[in-house]
């Protein structure tokens, strides 16, 4: 089992021995995945009034259409921007932490498979409540 990811200075094999990495991020990824997912439930909540203003306009109108794809725009800010939020975290991490440096692609990759472990643990977690 193993990823290669390429560091700047060549590439690495993050294996069994060195899976810890994962984990340890993906609960810190967690946490602060929580803190944004709160900020986006806030969203959600202000989406909802949102929507109820948008049910007043045709969708098929220039004015409804506008409005939705601001809503739409708004959306994919807010994703972009965690995503965004989560790779600066990962580098950050892996470079003074572990003592890599990832480049754009790897750093994709390893944010990408820890957010799988995170949505995994938070997955075993609440089965096991």
Known sequence: ????????????????ENLKHFSRI???????????????DEYLSMEEDFIDV??????????????????ERTLDAIKRESLTYLKALAKEFLSKKVGINLDE??????V?????????????????N
């Open 1 to 16: 089992m193993g990823y290669n990811f390429h560091m700047q200075k060549g590439p690495t094999k993050i294996t069994k």
């Open 26 to 40: 993906a609960r810190m990824m967690l946490e602060k995945e929580r803190i944004i997912y709160a900020a986006f």
């Open 54 to 71: 948008l049910e007043d306009f045709d969708l098929g109108s220039r004015v409804g259409m506008a409005a939705f794809k601001e809503y």
């Open 105 to 110: 692609e790897s750093l994709d990759t390893f």
């Open 112 to 128: 990408e498979l820890s957010l799988k472990a995170a949505e995994d643990v938070l997955e075993d977690t609440e089965e096991g």
